[in-house]
């Protein structure tokens, strides 16, 4: 391929990639960190693990 193709083939590539990265946001979010209790004893549940999700909209 000759340079003068490979050129603009490298700039328009990098753009892309810039724009496609730009809709990546990340947000960073902290551990969170608490007790899950029985509901029938009132005890501490150890060594459990939780998962959470919501969806952070950034548009209105």
Do not use: Q
Request: hydrophobic share 45%.
């Amino acid at each position: 391929m000759k340079r003068v193709f490979l050129v603009p083939l490298c700039f328009l590539s990098g753009v892309m990639l810039l724009l496609v990265a730009s809709g990546c946001i990340s947000v960073y979010d902290p551990p969170r960190h608490g007790r899950v209790i029985d509901a029938d004893t009132g005890e501490s549940i150890e060594n459990v693990v939780v998962m959470g999700y919501w969806d952070i909209s950034l548009t209105e």
